[in-house]
């Protein structure tokens, strides 16, 4: 059942990331990266939203991936061990995408 929820991480993440990518987010408060510099200014949002709307599609491709290899190959591992090994790998993922972002936003 864990495997499952995180593959659902995964397909969220995915899609989270396409609308960023394509630049179809406006600059708000609710839904992108987010800090006054990128809000403030819609070249700096399109660009470091683009950059971390492929990281979350990228993201979201080795959550499914490493969710679907602990199911295809039954490691024996317990419950407890799946999520926390799905829970680093995200959070590894997830501070990724933020470092990237804030050094794109340190180049402008």
């Known amino acids: 059942m864990i495997i499952i929820i995180f593959i659902f991480v995964g397909a969220l993440e995915i899609l989270m990331g396409i609308p960023l990518m394509y630049g179809k987010i406006k600059p708000n408060w609710f839904y ?3 800090l006054p510099k990128t809000v403030s200014n819609k070249e700096i949002w399109y660009e470091v939203n683009k950059q971390t709307g492929r990281d979350f ?22 419950v407890v061990a799946m999520t926390t090994i799905q829970i680093f790998i995200l959070m590894v993922l997830m501070a990724t995408i933020i470092a990237r972002g804030l ?3 340190k180049k402008f």
Do not use: C, E, P
């Open 32 to 34: 992108g990266f987010r």
């Open 57 to 78: 599609m990228v993201s979201g491709m080795i959550i499914i991936i490493v969710s679907l290899f602990l199911m295809a190959f039954n490691l024996n591992f317990d």
């Open 103 to 105: 050094l794109l936003i």
